[in-house]
């Protein structure tokens, strides 16, 4: 298996432009992380799908930010407009939750390194 | 939400000498408690986790305690090598289909 794949590896943006990030989750993978990694914050949750539905949002830090899953293979986290304060490691994470409550194990992709000048 | 403690943030330790990382969670519905390591530039990758039903799990030079009452678990790591140098994460879940909600993370520093 290929894996948690995600786009761009690494992205250089002036302030106030638009970002996309995007991810392919491992083939057959159900639920769907963003998660946000800064050394003041460490890795935050900030947004979690199940069957391509948005669950729980409540980490996402503002109306500048935005996430879609148009498929079980697909999704993208938007910032507009970036600010310098969003350059971090944006890392995409799926997992395959069986409905049990035993908690499921969730596979990280390589990143997207942001910063924004 | 739930809120997750880990310590100490850096740790070094003569190669060959174990090492111990300890986390604490709030949220006494929590069930499932993985850990994860982190190399510079690289992705957390998992290497062991254990489930509320199980007191201890065993892998190798890793082993994970877990004490539900008191709410916190470990991380031992024997026999250190030098390649155990990274970023170790805790995580904590209460289960179903939620994410994780990480412990900032300890810097494990293997001395030569």
């Known amino acids: 298996d290929a894996g948690v794949i995600q786009s761009p590896r690494h992205e250089v943006t002036e302030m106030g432009q638009e970002v996309t990030l995007r991810c392919k989750p491992i083939?057959?993978?159900?639920?769907l992380f963003w998660y946000r990694q800064t050394m003041m914050r460490g890795l935050e949750l900030l947004i979690y799908?199940?069957?391509?539905?948005?669950?729980?949002d409540s980490g996402m830090p503002e109306d500048r930010f935005s996430a879609k899953m148009p498929n079980a293979s697909f999704s993208t986290l938007k910032i507009q407009p970036s600010e310098p304060r969003d350059s971090a490691v944006y890392f995409c994470?799926?997992?395959?939750?069986?409905?049990?409550?035993?908690?499921?194990?969730?596979?990280f992709g390589e990143g997207s390194w942001l910063t924004v000048v | 939400g739930e809120n997750v403690e880990q310590h100490p943030s850096t740790l070094s330790v003569q190669e060959g000498d174990s090492a111990v990382i300890k986390c604490t969670y709030s949220?006494?519905?929590?069930?499932?408690f993985p850990w994860y390591k982190q190399e510079l530039g690289k992705r957390p990758q998992l290497i062991i986790d254990?489930?509320?039903?199980?007191g201890e799990k065993k892998d190798q030079r890793i082993a994970v305690t877990l004490n539900k009452t008191a709410k916190h678990f470990s991380l031992h790591i024997t026999e250190t090598q030098p390649e155990d140098s990274a970023v170790y994460f805790c995580?904590?879940?209460?289960?179903?289909?939620?994410?994780?909600?990480f412990g900032k993370g300890t810097h494990l520093i293997i001395q030569p």
């Open positions: 994470a799926s997992s395959l939750w069986i409905g049990s409550t035993s908690g499921n194990t969730i596979y």
């Open positions: 083939s057959g993978h159900n639920s």
């Open positions: 799908f199940n069957n391509n539905v948005p669950i729980d």
């Open positions: 949220d006494s519905a929590s069930n499932y």
């Open positions: 254990i489930r509320s039903n199980v």
């Open positions: 995580a904590v879940s209460g289960g179903g289909a939620d994410g994780l909600t």
